[in-house]
Each structure stands twice: as C-alpha cells, then as structure tokens.
C-alpha cells in the first residue's frame, strides 16, 4: 500500500510559476510509474504527466513545454514543476500510482490533492 500527498498548490497570476510535491509513504516508489492528473471544477479528471519508474516522461498537450515532472528516489517524492501558468491550469492537482498511461481509470493509489487557481 502506497500512501500519497499532494503540497505546493496555491493562488497564483497568470505567468507565474509553482513546484508540486508528491511525497509518497507506506512503500518506496522506485518501482511505480507516477503520474500528475488535474480536475476543475464541473469537469473529468485529465492527464496532466507521467514518469514511469524508468524515468521515461510524457505530457499533455496542453501543458506540454510548460509542466515539468521529475522524481528523486531517494526522498520518494515526485515534483510538477509549472512554469507559464494559464487561468485555464487553475484545478485540483492529484498525485497517482500503481498504474501507467493517461486514464485516471488504471491508477490504483491517490493523493488527496492539492488546488492551484491562477488568476488573470
């Protein structure tokens, strides 16, 4: 069992800049693939990023150039470093794991999520 929370969410402007943390406990994630979804609000959850346990990296589109997903194994954590924010970034930012690809659907552990609004 894999226990994950979400930290560095906040109000923003729009050209600004944060740091997501997704510290992880219960187990190590050396071996999980983690990925960073976001839901706004009256919408479905959507995929954001992923770093498998390989460390091979995709994005969304929309963030793509803009977000960027790391890990550091050693302190079990992943970040989302977001860089050029958009009014349109502002929603729940969730931690996932224990699963791979774009669908929320295949993941098995989750954060409790952490909100990012940015502003115009």
């Known amino acids: 069992q894999v226990q994950l929370v979400e930290s560095g969410g906040g109000l923003v402007q729009a050209g600004d800049s944060l740091r997501l943390s997704c510290t992880a406990s219960g187990r190590t994630l050396n071996s999980y693939n983690v990925a960073w979804f976001r839901q706004a609000p009256g919408k479905e959850r959507e995929f954001v990023a992923t770093i498998s346990w390989s460390e091979i990296i995709s994005y969304a589109d929309s963030v793509k150039g803009r977000f960027f997903i790391s890990r550091v194994n050693a302190k079990n954590m992943v970040y989302l470093q977001m860089n050029s924010l958009k009014p349109e970034d502002t929603a729940d930012y969730y931690c996932?794991?224990?699963?791979?690809?774009?669908?929320?659907?295949?993941?098995?552990?989750w954060g409790q999520g952490t909100q990012v609004a940015v502003s115009s």
């Open positions: 996932a794991a224990g699963g791979s690809g774009v669908s929320p659907n295949n993941y098995a552990y």
